[in-house]
């Protein structure tokens, strides 16, 4: 028996599924529905169907792979993450979650290792926004945190409907009454995944167990003005709707940096200007606003001085302004008992591990509305992710599924 994590072929499942991207390698590309993201998601069929794992899809592609446990009428224990990827992404984000679950459950099977609680490896369906600009479709889908009616109406770049992707996918005809999932489904649930920032390279650590999970509100603004010729009208007759949406940044911005909490980031990454002319004065700003922090009440506040701002600086400039909130996300608190059984789980085999927070948000945020949740961090080669250079090496990638199948075989045994 062997009880070891076979670090050679997880990592060339992990090359191999790399290969299958909508662009020019290293870089990995899988839109979610697209074809190259259906190819992706045969590949960790096959390979879960060779580890004698029971398969089914929803009817909005999140895919279930489970290892039946001695007492398969207990809430089963889950583990996952997604296989989509944002343009130009790299191979391990989200990927190592999945692959390296699929590990872990092999690691104990090749043990000899009976789980009395079963175990299910999920491949979360969109947790990228790419297509229809929400992040963890499927897992807000799961949770109840998104409703089927609203979710089959979002629509991609060329107006063309997740209902309609939907018909164009091989799981079209599932039973969509099982996409939702009661809270208590799950026994518990922990994700695997790259940290997607510098602390543990940078603290020389080998795992992260995480406690505490930042959430995002979204929003989108619209800020009108009066455009005209810049060479024709004078600074003081202008209503610069560029000068206005600038001027709000910054109070956001400083709004931000003043909340009272360490953990509030406020991000503006989309800024579209009409006309957009180098002669003509901007006469419509969109912009959108990514807010998070792990406490809702420094949040809210944060958005609250952020929108008092823009309500003066509209006024002081003669502008008009809309607001439209795209999602507003509760954060999540890891349950402590998973924490510490990943905290002495890394102790027990001599690992360093910290506890930390996640600033990025995952389907674990959303998971744990339906079972006690937390994820399990490895440092990533300076940070980077969302890029084709993201890397963690074999070593820190062996560790993580060390730990997880540790975790996994300590909570599927109760």
Not at 204 to 232: C, F, K, M, N
Not at 304 to 333: F, H, M, Y
């Amino acid at each position: 028996m062997k009880d070891s994590v076979d670090i050679e072929r997880l990592q060339a499942e992990i090359d191999t599924l790399a290969e299958i991207t909508e662009v020019e390698p290293p870089a990995v590309t899988r839109v979610i529905y697209s074809e190259k993201d259906l190819a992706a998601r045969e590949q960790v069929k096959f390979l879960c169907g060779e580890a004698g794992l029971q398969l089914r899809e929803d009817a909005v592609g999140n895919l279930f792979a489970r290892w039946e446990g001695s007492n398969p009428t207990l809430p089963a224990v889950a583990t996952g993450s997604h296989i989509d990827a944002i343009p130009n992404a790299g191979r391990y984000d989200g990927v190592l979650g999945v692959l390296g679950g699929l590990e872990a459950i092999r690691t104990l099977q090749s043990s000899g290792f009976q789980p009395r609680r079963s175990i299910e490896l999920i491949a979360f369906t969109s947790e990228e926004p790419t297509r229809f600009g929400i992040g963890c479709l499927g897992s807000r889908l799961m949770s109840g945190s998104l409703s089927l009616e609203q979710a089959l109406a979002l629509e991609d770049k060329e107006n063309r409907t997740l209902e309609s992707w939907l018909s164009s996918t091989p799981f079209s005809d599932g039973d969509r009454s099982r996409i939702l999932l009661e809270k208590g489904h799950y026994h518990a649930f922990v994700e695997l995944h790259i940290e997607q920032g510098p602390t543990l390279e940078e603290e020389s650590l080998d795992i992260g167990a995480v406690t505490h999970i930042a959430a995002p509100a979204a929003y989108r603004l619209e800020i009108i003005g009066q455009g005209g010729h810049a060479g024709g009208v004078l600074m003081p007759a202008r209503h610069d709707a560029l000068c206005g949406a600038a001027e709000f940044v910054l109070a956001l911005e400083a709004a931000a940096k003043n909340s009272g909490s360490p953990d509030t980031v406020a991000t503006v990454g989309v800024l579209q200007i009409s006309p957009g002319a180098i002669n003509s004065i901007p006469a419509q700003v969109t912009l959108t606003v990514d807010l998070r922090d792990i406490r809702l009440d420094t949040r809210s506040a944060t958005w609250e001085t952020a929108t008092a701002a823009l309500k003066k600086i509209s006024a002081d400039r003669g502008l008009k302004t809309s607001v439209a909130t795209i999602n507003q996300d509760p954060p999540a608190t890891c349950g402590p008992s998973l924490v510490e059984t990943t905290v002495a789980a890394a102790r027990k085999r001599g690992f360093t591990c910290q506890r930390m927070i996640s600033r990025a948000y995952h389907d674990s945020l959303f998971m744990s509305r339906i079972a006690p949740t937390t994820m399990i961090f490895i440092p990533c080669r300076n940070g980077w992710s969302h890029r084709p250079d993201e890397y963690s090496s074999p070593a820190q990638i062996g560790k993580g599924v060390a730990i997880l199948a540790d975790v996994l075989k300590e909570i599927a045994s109760k």
